[in-house]
């Protein structure tokens, strides 16, 4: 899985250290969370090919879908190639933006609760449906 945030349609520069991935940002804007399944991660070596995948993302500590605090059991997006979220889910058709600011104006800040700054992406293997 790759992880980028990208202004104008652009990836971000981003560096791991320690073995977490850290992304420079600007100081304000509006960027897009974008997900991709991949096998050519370097040093990494896969048993299986990558098929679908439930990711489930957070910004601010918040749930991208929900806007409530992010939890590992929270519904995800299904996801076979790639996935590009420019915002918030308000509901099935509208999203609001995801911009960067600073951390006492994030929604983090605004909330009182969550950690300003950090998006979360867990992935899932999709669970097969039994049939009866």
Same mark, same amino acid.
Not at 97 to 109: E, V
């Given at each position: 899985?790759?992880?980028?945030?990208?202004?104008?349609?652009?990836?971000?520069?981003?560096?791991?250290?320690?073995?977490?991935?850290?992304?420079?940002?600007?100081?304000?804007?509006?960027?897009?969370?974008?997900?991709?399944?991949?096998?050519?991660?370097?040093?990494?070596?896969?048993?299986?090919?990558?098929?679908?995948? %439930?990711?489930?993302?957070? #910004?601010? +500590?918040?749930?991208?879908?929900?806007? @409530? $605090?992010?939890?590992?059991?929270?519904?995800?997006?299904?996801?076979?190639?790639?996935?590009?979220?420019?915002?918030?889910?308000?509901?099935?058709?509208?999203?609001?933006?995801?911009?960067?600011?600073?951390?006492?104006?994030?929604?983090?800040?605004?909330?009182? %609760?969550?950690?300003?700054? #950090?998006? +979360?992406?867990?992935?899932?293997?999709? @669970? $097969?449906?039994?049939?009866?």
């Amino acid at each position: 899985m790759k992880v980028t945030l990208n202004v104008d349609g652009k990836p971000l520069e981003s560096f791991i250290y320690n073995g977490v991935n850290y992304i420079v940002c600007p100081d304000k804007g509006e960027f897009e969370i974008q997900v991709a399944l991949t096998n050519d991660i370097p040093g990494i070596t896969y048993r299986h090919p990558v098929t679908r995948k %439930e990711v489930v993302i957070s #910004v601010d +500590g918040k749930s991208v879908m929900t806007g @409530k $605090p992010a939890s590992s059991s929270d519904s995800g997006y299904i996801v076979t190639h790639s996935l590009t979220l420019p915002g918030w889910r308000l509901n099935d058709k509208e999203v609001a933006k995801f911009t960067f600011t600073d951390a006492a104006t994030s929604y983090a800040g605004l909330t009182g %609760e969550g950690t300003p700054g #950090v998006v +979360g992406v867990l992935m899932f293997d999709e @669970k $097969p449906v039994r049939k009866y």
